[in-house]
């Protein structure tokens, strides 16, 4: 079946290397309507949007997500944390951070369909993203409260989930798929 939605998903790759050119207002406004017009149980919206361009406290939080890998047994942090200049935000011009109502229990499937819209939505506009689960470790540590407020999280929410947007400065073949992830019930 042709379908241009359809492969549109089919062409989106997590990209781990960016270019340095920021996001244009046009392209941030884009990806934040796609965002918020995302479907959430009950209408609830229960997510804010942060857009983060500044790279020094990207710098900061990546190090406290270090600190907090760093404590893990090895067999238990991200294999990338071998590599002494691996960053969690691979350097992306823009990140946006979803936080989220912490007494809804549908927070993390609703944020996570938010994302899902903003990576389709650079797909798009010929920009790459990667969303980001690790950053929670920054807010797992000492600096959790500064962060919370750096961000403007509403007073009580926490960190859900994040993704880099830029333009990408690398190609990435499709992942495989694995066919054996699928059943049908008649």
């Not at 903003?118 to 010929?126: K, N, R, V, W, Y």
Request: aromatic share 8%; charged share 25%.
């Amino acid at each position: 079946m042709r379908n241009e939605t359809l492969s549109l998903i089919s062409s989106r790759r997590s990209h781990r290397a960016y270019e340095k050119t920021p996001l244009t207002q046009e392209q941030l406004d884009a990806l934040l309507r796609a965002a918020v017009e995302s479907p959430s149980a009950v209408n609830r919206q229960p997510w804010h949007f942060t857009v983060v361009r500044n790279q020094p406290l990207l710098d900061e939080m990546n190090a406290a997500v270090w600190e907090q890998m760093m404590k893990r047994d090895s067999n238990r942090r991200s294999p990338r944390f071998v590599d002494p200049d691996f960053h969690v935000f691979y350097h992306a011009p823009t990140v946006i951070f979803l936080s989220g109502m912490p007494d809804n229990p549908y927070t993390h499937i609703d944020c996570g369909i938010a994302v899902e819209n903003i990576a389709l939505a650079a797909e798009s506009m010929g920009l790459g993203s990667v969303i980001l689960g690790m950053p929670r470790d920054a807010f797992a540590g000492e600096r959790a409260d500064a962060f919370r407020q750096a961000l403007h999280f509403p007073e009580g929410w926490d960190f859900a989930i994040a993704i880099a947007i830029g333009v990408p400065a690398d190609t990435k073949e499709p992942h495989p798929v694995k066919e054996d992830r699928i059943s049908f019930v008649d």
